[in-house]
Protein backbone atom coordinates (compact mmCIF):
# COMPACT_ATOMS: atom_id res chain seq x y z
CA UNK A 1 0.00 0.00 0.00
CA UNK A 2 2.97 2.67 0.52
CA UNK A 3 4.49 1.57 -2.74
CA UNK A 4 3.91 3.87 -5.38
CA UNK A 5 2.23 1.50 -8.30
CA UNK A 6 4.74 0.61 -11.29
CA UNK A 7 3.34 3.36 -13.95
CA UNK A 8 3.73 6.15 -11.03
CA UNK A 9 7.06 7.06 -10.32
CA UNK A 10 7.44 8.50 -6.48
CA UNK A 11 7.36 12.52 -6.26
CA UNK A 12 8.65 14.12 -3.44
CA UNK A 13 6.19 17.26 -3.19
CA UNK A 14 4.35 19.36 -0.43
CA UNK A 15 0.91 19.62 -3.12
CA UNK A 16 -0.44 16.16 -1.60
CA UNK A 17 -4.17 17.30 -2.23
CA UNK A 18 -3.97 17.70 -6.11
CA UNK A 19 -3.87 21.81 -6.02
CA UNK A 20 -1.02 24.10 -6.33
CA UNK A 21 0.19 26.14 -3.61
CA UNK A 22 2.69 28.48 -4.26
CA UNK A 23 2.50 30.89 -1.58
CA UNK A 24 2.27 28.11 1.51
CA UNK A 25 5.00 26.05 -0.43
CA UNK A 26 7.19 29.29 -0.45
CA UNK A 27 6.34 29.93 3.19
CA UNK A 28 6.91 26.32 4.43
CA UNK A 29 10.21 26.08 2.62
CA UNK A 30 10.98 29.71 4.29
CA UNK A 31 10.33 28.46 7.54
CA UNK A 32 12.79 25.37 7.51
CA UNK A 33 15.48 27.47 6.16
CA UNK A 34 15.44 30.34 8.21
CA UNK A 35 14.93 27.53 11.45
CA UNK A 36 18.31 25.76 10.18
CA UNK A 37 19.74 28.92 9.96
CA UNK A 38 19.16 30.08 13.54
CA UNK A 39 20.01 26.62 15.11
CA UNK A 40 23.43 26.03 13.30
CA UNK A 41 24.39 29.75 14.02
CA UNK A 42 23.80 29.10 18.06
CA UNK A 43 27.24 26.44 17.41
CA UNK A 44 28.99 29.94 17.56
CA UNK A 45 29.02 32.41 20.46
CA UNK A 46 29.67 35.11 18.57
CA UNK A 47 26.82 34.90 16.41
CA UNK A 48 24.34 35.40 18.72
CA UNK A 49 22.91 38.10 16.26
CA UNK A 50 22.06 35.64 13.70
CA UNK A 51 20.77 33.30 15.70
CA UNK A 52 18.40 35.56 18.05
CA UNK A 53 17.21 37.86 14.89
CA UNK A 54 16.82 34.95 12.39
CA UNK A 55 15.16 32.90 15.03
CA UNK A 56 12.47 35.33 15.88
CA UNK A 57 12.03 36.15 12.27
CA UNK A 58 11.41 32.34 11.48
CA UNK A 59 9.33 31.51 14.47
CA UNK A 60 7.15 34.59 13.13
CA UNK A 61 7.23 33.18 9.79
CA UNK A 62 6.33 29.77 10.66
CA UNK A 63 3.55 30.24 12.69
CA UNK A 64 1.92 32.35 10.15
CA UNK A 65 2.92 29.46 7.54
CA UNK A 66 1.35 26.95 9.98
CA UNK A 67 -1.80 29.23 10.16
CA UNK A 68 -2.14 28.99 6.69
CA UNK A 69 -0.71 26.03 5.60
CA UNK A 70 -2.86 23.81 3.24
CA UNK A 71 -1.00 20.18 3.44
CA UNK A 72 0.06 18.19 6.08
CA UNK A 73 4.07 18.06 4.82
CA UNK A 74 3.55 22.00 4.69
CA UNK A 75 2.74 21.48 8.09
CA UNK A 76 5.92 19.28 9.01
CA UNK A 77 8.12 21.58 7.53
CA UNK A 78 6.47 24.46 9.64
CA UNK A 79 7.43 22.15 12.74
CA UNK A 80 10.54 21.23 12.24
CA UNK A 81 11.23 25.28 11.49
CA UNK A 82 9.47 26.50 13.71
CA UNK A 83 11.53 24.54 16.65
CA UNK A 84 14.63 25.55 14.91
CA UNK A 85 14.26 28.87 15.52
CA UNK A 86 12.78 28.97 19.04
CA UNK A 87 15.79 27.02 19.87
CA UNK A 88 17.94 29.45 17.65
CA UNK A 89 16.26 32.42 19.43
CA UNK A 90 16.37 31.10 22.53
CA UNK A 91 19.80 30.54 22.55
CA UNK A 92 21.17 33.78 20.97
CA UNK A 93 19.19 35.48 23.47
CA UNK A 94 20.36 33.83 25.98
CA UNK A 95 24.26 33.85 24.26
CA UNK A 96 23.96 38.17 24.07
CA UNK A 97 21.09 39.00 22.62
CA UNK A 98 19.91 40.73 19.70
CA UNK A 99 22.68 44.04 19.62
CA UNK A 100 26.26 43.58 19.59
CA UNK A 101 28.34 43.04 22.69
CA UNK A 102 30.48 46.57 23.56
Known amino acids: MLQPSERERFRLTLNTDGRAHPTENILAIATLALGVVAFVST ?19 GLYSQYISATTPQRSLNIVGLVGAFVGAALGIAHGGFLPHP
Open 43 to 61: FWLAAHMISAWVGTLGFGV
